[in-house]
């Protein structure tokens, strides 16, 4: 019989009580505090550090961790990594829904494909360099997980839930048990990379006279509401038909991971670390479902809204980021705090250097904004790179935030191996480390493929 006053009731509801209430005085806190407004920093990442101070402190005067009390149902830091897990996918999956009218021409596609690379030389560049120092970092510290590096790519690249994913996958395989807190932490220092790095160079670009006084964005009735579209509220509201969408897309995307899980049982784990992947896949299939049956006239109505998809992607992301931060627990990261602090200061630098280079070279006419909205969403997630992308084209007029949505594709593509890599790592760290440099080199050759052979050809011409 369940009793309605028992904390097991009210528990997991209490937690997502307060991830959103975290939101509601992070965001006040922003709007009233100069400092903070200034810094760029996401209002979740905000919301979530709020959360870690409570939860810390209070775990200073107590012996149970405060997400494990009774008042939490007893075992609320699984809970919020669970929504980490979860919101992660979710999100990917409205974002997918998303319908585009754009055609892109040869240039473009040239642009987009380039935006895709620069993602994935990206990841690469994060994790030789996270691996080294923790290959080092093993050979001088008694039993440190060597592999452990190859989180910084997920935690900066891909944001908090791959971070969590593969230091749980790590944690559960190879006995690691704060490889989930590891991968948490190097995510939430990627956070605050995106607003250091984005401020400075913010900073730069106010003293050189190139950032407007105000780049708000106007909505018109056309970004809320296609035409031929079902009606906001009807028999059904419209809002309700999008979360179905969604919900559909994840069931599938749960019974691919199934299937797969059994068919492939040794790499169960890491198959179900590719949720948001499977879910892209999904909603993909789906969406096509739908615009076959537009075509054909048997479903009259267009059922997906853009406007609202987005809405519901930010609000899985702002969940996700709240909540993976408060997940994180330092007390099992104290004797490991200088090497997450090395990695996150360097994950910053090369980041900014690396992505900067590229948007020089590749992204003529728009370099300052396409840098911006790399720098940002390789160092959180593609929110971040668009906070700081509205700094300098509020209005969205270069296509660099086009060439956030459109590198997803070609990024998981050439991305996917890092993945495989990354589950290869435990056993053989430094041939892993050699594997990716020299992917690395071979993506770096394709991205400046243009420069290179066009030398290359010059150089005949003159012979």
Known sequence: ??????????GELFIIMLVLISLLVANILKKGIPFLRNSLMPTSVLGGILILIVAEVYNLFSE???????LFGGDGYRFLEIITYHCLALG??????????KKLDKKRVGEVFDSGVTTVSTYLLQGIFGLAITIVAAMIIKDFFPAIGLVLPFGYGQGTGQ????GSIYGEFYNYDGGTNFGLTIAALGFLSASIGGVIHLNILKKRGKIKANNKVELFNEMVEGKNEIPMQGSIDKMTIQIALIAGAYLLSFGIMYFLGEVLSGMKSTIYGFNFLLGVLSATLIKTGI????????????YINNFLMTRTSNFFY?????????????SLLEDYWGIVLILGAVGLVITYIYTRIVAKALFKGYAEEQFLATYGMLTGTASTGIILLREVDGEFKTPASDNLVYQNFPAIVFGFPIM???????KEPVLTLILIIAFFIVMNIILFRRQIFKKRKKKEVAE
Do not use: C, Q
């Open 92 to 101: 990917f999956i409205a974002a997918s829904f998303k319908i585009s009218d």
């Open 318 to 330: 702002d969940i996700m980021v709240v909540s993976g931060i408060a997940a994180i627990r330092l």
């Open 420 to 426: 495989l890599l990354a589950s290869f790592a435990p």
């Open 291 to 302: 615009k076959f049956l537009r075509k054909k006239n048997i479903m009259k109505k267009d």
């Open 64 to 70: 149970v961790p405060l997400f494990n009390t009774e």
């Open 1 to 10: 019989m369940i009793h309605f006053y028992d904390f097991s009731v009210w």
């Open 163 to 166: 971070a969590m994913n593969y």
